[in-house]
């Protein structure tokens, strides 16, 4: 090994060593993206190299065949031979084989001491049926991924090993601090769900608008400070119209499927790094295996899995020179559905049985609130906005009647008017707006003056900020085809 060990790679080693000394024989090692896990795989090979083993490395896609043949190399393990058609480097008698899942369906599997599966999340069920193999059931096979949460994963692994959390290594400084901004709200109505996530069809066509896209431009343009970003779409249409919608604002953008060569992906990663594309629209093929320097994520890509919304996430919290945080901007209101990506932990593998008494978010850790006056997203508890430094103003449902103070009580419902009038003015209140403001967007909406003007301000509520907003972004709109 030609890498140093970090503190929380040799406690991840121990541990691993500890659970194969107890007799597991199915150990699965969690390890955040940013945790080092290549190191940690070489090690794991290294080590089993130096008892004279030979290890089975598998990979869950071709693509990760010379990125892990190379990882390897720089680690000083280079007896090590590729299962592939025509590689350079097959050779069935070096001790160390990596191979694909994929191949090793259709191949001879080679004898190994160990077997270890990268990526493991991607359950496959071929290897549900080596691990079942009689002269394979005592031989080790060790997972790594940094979400293992596949539902039914525990039926073939008997231990999980937590390597660290994200938190850990964001305290630690190993990655990168975060910032999440929630500008845009969809309306995913009418997407049906199926197998756990949302229908790629029906989410296409919900996300997929010219103002969707339009707006995740403009809110690239505005907040985004021109970094290098990865923006994840939900398909290769929606994907291309993305950065379509980046390149007709003069922002240099490259395009990644799952039909990009290798020779095509590493040319716009070396862009990518220039400076010479600063933003990369994709769509599902860059969440796993990829560690260039991002430091602004787009989540435009809705989602219910904890697993893909980790993986989007963490391909931003890798450190670099000059990072001083992860940018998020999710269009997908994915954060405010699941939490951040620090609250999202998982204490034991899924057996495929359902369990009132297992979590999938820590029970002490609430969604967090988006700030009405920037859209930063702010933990639940935080009152005062630390992006802005807006605090809003708490407004006393009580309104003047008649001369007396009469509580309003949610069995007395104010009708449509009456109620946006009273939150209008309570918006007023916490923005610093006049009068005049409230009354002009009162008539905006009714096409009237209110009737009384003597109602208290009260709340406003997610429907009435909503409404505002969207004046605000047709005004900015209209102001720049003016000025244009």
């Given at each position: 090994?030609?890498?140093?060990?970090?503190?929380?790679?040799?406690?991840?080693?121990?541990?691993?060593?500890?659970?194969?000394?107890?007799?597991?024989?199915?150990?699965?090692?969690?390890?955040?993206?940013?945790?080092?896990?290549?190191?940690?795989?070489?090690?794991?090979?290294?080590?089993?190299?130096?008892?004279?083993?030979?290890?089975?490395?598998?990979?869950?896609?071709?693509?990760?065949?010379?990125?892990?043949?190379?990882?390897?190399?720089?680690?000083?393990?280079?007896?090590?031979?590729?299962?592939?058609?025509?590689?350079?480097?097959?050779?069935?008698?070096?001790?160390?084989?990596?191979?694909?899942?994929?191949?090793?369906?259709?191949?001879?599997?080679?004898?190994?001491?160990?077997v270890v599966i990268d990526e493991a999340h991607r359950w496959f069920d071929f290897y549900g049926t080596w691990m079942g193999m009689d002269e394979w059931k005592r031989i080790p096979f060790v997972g790594l991924s940094a979400t293992p949460w596949t539902r039914g994963l525990g039926k073939h692994f008997d231990d999980l090993i937590i390597a660290a959390t994200t938190t850990d290594l964001i305290e630690a400084g190993y990655l990168s601090r975060f910032r999440v901004f929630a500008p845009s709200h969809p309306d995913l109505s009418g997407v049906r769900t199926v197998?756990?996530?949302?229908?790629?069809?029906?989410?296409?066509?919900?996300?997929?608008?010219?103002?969707?896209?339009?707006?995740?431009?403009?809110?690239?343009?505005?907040?985004?400070?021109?970094?290098?970003?990865?923006?994840?779409?939900?398909?290769?249409?929606?994907?291309?119209?993305?950065?379509?919608?980046?390149?007709?604002?003069?922002?240099?953008?490259?395009?990644?499927?799952?039909?990009?060569?290798?020779?095509?992906?590493?040319?716009?990663?070396?862009?990518?790094?220039?400076?010479?594309?600063?933003?990369?629209?994709?769509?599902?093929?860059?969440?796993?295996?990829?560690?260039?320097?991002?430091?602004?994520?787009?989540?435009?890509?809705?989602?219910?899995?904890?697993?893909?919304?980790?993986?989007?996430?963490?391909?931003?919290?890798?450190?670099?020179?000059?990072?001083?945080?992860?940018?998020?901007?999710?269009?997908?209101?994915?954060?405010?559905?699941?939490?951040?990506?620090?609250?999202?932990?998982?204490?034991?593998?899924?057996?495929?049985?359902?369990?009132?008494?297992?979590?999938?978010?820590?029970?002490?850790?609430?969604?967090?609130?988006?700030?009405?006056?920037?859209?930063?997203?702010?933990?639940?508890?935080?009152?005062?906005?630390?992006?802005?430094?807006?605090?809003?103003?708490?407004?006393?449902?009580?309104?003047?009647?008649?001369?007396?103070?009469?509580?309003?009580?949610?069995?007395?419902?104010?009708?449509?008017?009456?109620?946006?009038?009273?939150?209008?003015?309570?918006?007023?209140?916490?923005?610093?707006?006049?009068?005049?403001?409230?009354?002009?967007?009162?008539?905006?909406?009714?096409?009237?003056?209110?009737?009384?003007?003597?109602?208290?301000?009260?709340?406003?509520?997610?429907?009435?900020?909503?409404?505002?907003?969207?004046?605000?972004?047709?005004?900015?709109?209209?102001?720049?085809?003016?000025?244009?």
């Open positions: 090994m030609n890498s140093e060990l970090r503190p929380h790679q040799q406690q991840a080693l121990a541990a691993l060593r500890l659970s194969l000394g107890m007799g597991k024989r199915r150990p699965m090692m969690q390890a955040p993206t940013g945790f080092g896990k290549t190191i940690l795989a070489a090690a794991i090979v290294d080590g089993a190299l130096r008892k004279g083993n030979r290890v089975t490395f598998v990979v869950p896609a071709l693509s990760l065949i010379d990125q892990t043949v190379e990882s390897f190399w720089r680690e000083g393990i280079r007896d090590v031979g590729v299962i592939q058609a025509s590689h350079e480097m097959t050779n069935p008698n070096r001790p160390v084989q990596v191979a694909s899942v994929q191949t090793l369906q259709r191949r001879a599997i080679p004898q190994s001491e160990i197998a756990g996530d949302y229908h790629e069809g029906d989410l296409s066509g919900a996300m997929d608008k010219p103002t969707l896209t339009a707006d995740v431009v403009d809110t690239w343009r505005r907040i985004g400070e021109d970094r290098p970003t990865f923006v994840f779409a939900v398909d290769r249409a929606h994907a291309r119209h993305l950065r379509d919608r980046f390149g007709e604002a003069g922002i240099s953008t490259a395009y990644v499927d799952a039909f990009t060569t290798a020779d095509e992906r590493d040319a716009i990663r070396r862009q990518f790094h220039s400076g010479e594309v600063r933003v990369v629209c994709n769509v599902g093929c860059l969440t796993t295996g990829v560690d260039w320097d991002v430091r602004c994520i787009v989540l435009a890509r809705p989602t219910k899995s904890q697993m893909l919304y980790v993986q989007m996430i963490g391909r931003g919290l890798r450190t670099a020179d000059g990072k001083s945080d992860c940018l998020v901007l999710d269009h997908s209101d994915t954060t405010l559905r699941l939490g951040f990506v620090t609250d999202i932990h998982h204490t034991r593998l899924d057996d495929g049985r359902k369990d009132k008494n297992q979590s999938t978010r820590e029970k002490s850790a609430p969604l967090p609130k988006e700030c009405t006056s920037c859209s930063f997203l702010k933990p639940a508890g935080v009152s005062k906005c630390p992006s802005c430094g807006f605090q809003p103003q708490k407004l006393t449902a009580v309104e003047v009647e008649d001369g007396n103070l009469v509580e309003l009580k949610p069995k007395h419902k104010p009708d449509e008017k009456r109620a946006f009038y009273a939150q209008l003015k309570g918006y007023a209140v916490q923005h610093g707006k006049s009068d005049s403001w409230v009354l002009a967007n009162y008539r905006a909406k009714f096409s009237e003056w209110p009737h009384r003007k003597d109602i208290a301000p009260i709340e406003p509520g997610p429907e009435v900020i909503g409404w505002i907003r969207h004046r605000q972004i047709a005004w900015a709109k209209s102001k720049r085809s003016v000025a244009a």
